[in-house]
Every structure is written in structure tokens, then in C-alpha cells.
């Protein structure tokens, strides 16, 4: 069984357009990320969420709007869609550990990536 | 602001070979280091967490080293296979939620 999976696996659409990307996790983890990964393969947070509620909003346009139903869910809505957004986006999850060293044992699961061409 | 930078950006070695893959980072004070594989079109497979008390970490064929007051980590691959030949990042976290990548060195193993 797939741990983090993202639909669609590709997605390729004009600009101006409005898209979304679903990201589900069966792994019962309490936190999910949004990555973005540029035509450099560098890849950077946008959005954190734990147990529904937004905890990191990295420097991301406003037409980005993370939505998480529940906590196993963190759906990316992309609004009025640029060439600059032309990349691979990655969904997350991990347990947060609350308290002391346990922090260290944060591992993220990864999903195998969106990529998003827009034309 | 934590920046991770990884050398060399690509490397080929041929088959059996022992290689090392070098991240290296400017802010001390993280959590823990995590390795990550990435295979073409594909998502990332975490390898191998350090935590910041630790120094090495093993896995197979694989070691990894964490000195955190010089802010570097290094990936020994022992005796490569081309199964190996991948994208490899390094990236660490500084807090609950996040993760700072490197650029990847991206690993091709000659058979």
C-alpha cells in the first residue's frame, strides 16, 4: 500500500488556468508538507500543516491555498496558474514528537510528485 | 537563514567502488540530517536520520556522519552497484515542521 500518494501524477494545463493537487497518507502521521522542486532539482517548503492547522507558510504567492480536510488529507489549490509555477510538487507527512530530543526522530515520508507544466 | 550545500553535483564511479558524498550546512543548531534517495520521475525514500546527538548512522552498505559544530555530513557507499545511480539529498531540520535540501549529487554507477 502506497504510504503518501499524490493525483495527478502529471498535469499539464495553460497558464491562467485554476488546478489542484491531492495528497492522501495512510501512515495515521499528524503533519504534512508541501515541497516544491525546481528545474534546478532544488527542492523547497511551501506549506506545512499539523492536525489541519497551518504551521509554516514559506514565501509563496497567495494563489497557492493549501486546503486539509483532515489530517490525512493536504490538497494543493493553485490559482491563475504562471510559467514560473512549472515544477515537481511533493507532498509529505511525519509524525511530530513533542518534547526534548525526540524532535530528532522527525523522518518524512515522501509521495512520488506532481509535475506540473503549464503552458 | 540554514543553507545546505552538497559536492560534487554529479559523480561517476564504476561498479564496486567505494564513493563518499560530501552536505554541508551553515547553522549548527538543527534537529537532525536526514540522506534521501531520488530515482528519475520519482518521489524521495529517506535513507538514513541522524539526530543531533548523534555522529554516524548505518544502514546496508550504507554510513552516514554527522559533525554538527563544522556543519557537515557525509554518505559512504561502500562496494557501489548501478542500482545505486540516483539522486542523493541531504537535508536538515531545524525545527518540527521543516526541512532544508541540498541540490543533490546526482550518482551514476558504472557497470
Known amino acids: 500500500d502506497t504510504a503518501v500518494s499524490q493525483t495527478p501524477k502529471y498535469l499539464v494545463t495553460q497558464m491562467g488556468n485554476d488546478k489542484s493537487i491531492k495528497c492522501e497518507q495512510n501512515?495515521?502521521?499528524?503533519?504534512m508538507y508541501w515541497y516544491k522542486q525546481d528545474s534546478k532539482k532544488f527542492l523547497k517548503i511551501m506549506f506545512s500543516?499539523?492536525?489541519?492547522?497551518?504551521?509554516i507558510n514559506e514565501t509563496v504567492p497567495n494563489r497557492f491555498s493549501p486546503k486539509s480536510p483532515d489530517k490525512a488529507h493536504l490538497n494543493l489549490h493553485i490559482n491563475s496558474l504562471e510559467l514560473g509555477d512549472s515544477a515537481v510538487y511533493f507532498c509529505?507527512?511525519?509524525?511530530?514528537?513533542?518534547?526534548?530530543?525526540?524532535?530528532?526522530?522527525?523522518?518524512?515520508?515522501f509521495g512520488a510528485g506532481t509535475r506540473l507544466s503549464v503552458l | 537563514k540554514q543553507e545546505v550545500t552538497q559536492i560534487p553535483a554529479a559523480l561517476s564511479v564504476p561498479e564496486g567502488e567505494n564513493l563518499v558524498l560530501n552536505c554541508s550546512f551553515t547553522?549548527?543548531?538543527?534537529?537532525?540530517l536526514q540522506w534521501f534517495r531520488q530515482d528519475p520521475g520519482k518521489g524521495l525514500t529517506s535513507l538514513l536520520l541522524?539526530?543531533?546527538?548523534?555522529r554516524e548512522q548505518t544502514s546496508g552498505r550504507l554510513n552516514a556522519s554527522l559533525d554538527k559544530s563544522s556543519g557537515r555530513s557525509t554518505l559512504y557507499i561502500a562496494a557501489s552497484q548501478p542500482g545505486d545511480s540516483a539522486t542523493y539529498l541531504c537535508?536538515?531540520?531545524?525545527?518540527?515542521?521543516?526541512?532544508?535540501f541540498g541540490t543533490g549529487t546526482r550518482l551514476t554507477v558504472i557497470p
Open positions: 500543516y499539523n492536525n489541519k492547522e497551518l504551521i
Open positions: 501512515l495515521g502521521h499528524d503533519t
Open positions: 541522524i539526530q543531533s546527538s548523534q
Open positions: 537535508a536538515v531540520s531545524t525545527g518540527a515542521n521543516n526541512l532544508f
Open positions: 547553522d549548527s543548531a538543527i534537529y537532525n
Open positions: 509529505a507527512s511525519s509524525q511530530v514528537y513533542r518534547g526534548g530530543s525526540v524532535f530528532g526522530k522527525n523522518i518524512q515520508y
